[in-house]
């Protein structure tokens, strides 16, 4: 795989890469690869702590996608923002939990069930 | 019995318009007929697409597609090499995703020799000059080509649907933003919910056929009492298909049914993950008690342990059995539990 340089890129394109990485991570799941999954979940968190270190957090950004067509992309920049618009963001995951559109409806659900418990703590 | 016009009480108003104007509703039902057929051409159209569309993200996945390993496209000088920097593409992915004629000027093979290519002097965008790097006009062209073409087949559905855009200020950004807006248009194609496409001829890999069963069973879960045509091939996964539009079970049906041992369509499955379980020196006495075992559909048995398996930011960017790894049993049961939950099996 070829190294992102993360340092170089804009905000815009590492929120276009986000949203690339989750269309990628949407199939991986579909197709049952963990593998694959779970190489492209370290990839986001690589873009995820570069917006984070920018001025002003910069995942601020990845809002926007809260709307985005794609399950997956709603998912994880839900995920990703919970610590800047936790409203906003769990109001996401519960629209995904309630859709039926599995296996996405599954995983908001027990990210939303973790917060309640106090095991998950976004930061 | 097929039942006729005139015994309908509903049309009687219109019966009445007929004898009064029946030029009139002749061209009604002329246009009507029209209509129909129009929707019915768009229809088969609009399938074909879908095909076209299945087909690829198929070979997409299939080519073990990394948008991080570009190539430029075979048939250019430079085909088949590996380009330098991250966003490009496959030189395994088809060049057009549909025969629908693209809102551009594009033209397979047509651009590139138009191109100067390779060390073609710099480039704008927007108020900025920069020097392309070798593969990168390529690269630009085909991201350009698939992001209109795959607007101009939502558009064909959805003629007010636009992408979001953003501003680019590389080339790099403009070719990541052209991927972006091609893949937000097979999104929203998705979210259309149009029936998913079932080849006539049997798959020959079980995998692909499970594939395709399980979107079908997907779908139909979010379209209850929508129906989809059918191809005789399915019928092997009829079963699976069936249980996974259960209705979430009370734990106590669900450990019933698992007692009374398998059936077509559903899997036993261990609530305190069993593999897990062993690894951590828990008795198999404790991992095979009926209290552990529910009868759960097997798709979403898929489901659930593919969960298990895939990182996740609400479990310490673990995956839920690394994060189960020397928890007590009670966690795990815990965990097992809100699983089914979640998944729409066990009822809340």
Do not use: C
């Amino acid at each position: 795989m070829t190294r992102i340089d993360v340092k170089s890129m804009t905000t815009e394109e590492l929120v276009n890469r986000f949203v690339l990485i989750a269309f990628d991570q949407d199939a991986a799941i579909r197709h049952d690869d963990n593998a694959t999954y779970n190489r492209l979940f370290e990839q986001m968190e690589t873009i995820k702590d570069e917006l984070r270190s920018r001025p002003g957090d910069q995942r601020h950004a990845l809002v926007r996608l809260f709307e985005h067509p794609n399950i997956q992309v709603r998912l994880k920049s839900a995920i990703a923002t919970l610590a800047l618009v936790p409203d906003a963001a769990r109001h996401v995951l519960q629209g995904i939990a309630d859709s039926r559109g599995y296996p996405q409806a599954g995983d908001a659900g027990m990210t939303l069930n973790a917060l309640d418990r106090g095991i998950f703590e976004p930061t | 019995m097929s039942r006729s016009y005139a015994d309908d009480p509903v049309n009687s108003r219109q019966r009445a318009d007929e004898r009064s104007a029946p030029d009139e509703i002749a061209h009604s039902h002329t246009e009507r007929l029209l209509r129909d057929a129009r929707n019915a051409t768009l229809f088969h159209h609009r399938m074909r697409m879908l095909d076209i569309e299945a087909q690829h993200r198929l070979r997409q996945y299939h080519s073990h597609f990394d948008r991080n390993q570009p190539r430029v496209p075979a048939g250019h000088s430079d085909g088949g090499q590996w380009t330098s920097a991250g966003g490009g593409q496959s030189g395994s992915e088809p060049q057009t995703l549909s025969d629908a004629t693209p809102d551009n000027d594009w033209k397979p093979g047509a651009q590139y020799a138009n191109r100067r290519g390779r060390g073609s002097g710099p480039i704008r965008n927007g108020e900025q000059w920069s020097e392309p790097e070798p593969g990168q006009l390529i690269r630009l062209d085909f991201a350009k080509a698939r992001a209109n073409d795959a607007i101009a087949r939502v558009q064909e559905i959805d003629p007010s649907w636009q992408p979001q855009r953003s501003v680019s200020n590389s080339i790099e950004a403009q070719i990541s933003e052209y991927e972006v807006i091609a893949e937000q248009a097979r999104a929203r194609l998705r979210e259309l919910e149009l029936p998913p496409i079932i080849p006539k001829s049997k798959p020959s890999s079980s995998k692909e056929r499970n594939d395709i069963a399980r979107e079908v069973a997907g779908w139909l879960l979010r379209n209850r009492g929508n129906i989809i045509e059918r191809a005789k091939w399915l019928d092997e996964s009829e079963a699976a298909i069936d249980a996974y539009l259960d209705p979430p079970k009370t734990l106590e049906e669900l450990q019933r049914a698992a007692a009374e041992g398998g059936k077509k369509g559903y899997q036993i499955h261990h609530i305190v993950e069993q593999k897990s379980a062993e690894d951590d020196k828990f008795p198999r006495s404790m991992i095979d008690a009926p209290d552990n075992l529910v009868r759960i559909p097997t798709y979403k048995h898929w489901e659930i342990n593919g969960w298990y398996g895939r990182q996740n930011e609400a479990f310490g960017k673990q995956s839920p059995r690394e994060y189960l790894r020397n928890k007590d049993w009670n966690e795990r049961l815990r965990v097992g539990l809100d699983a089914l939950r979640e998944h729409g099996v066990l009822k809340r």
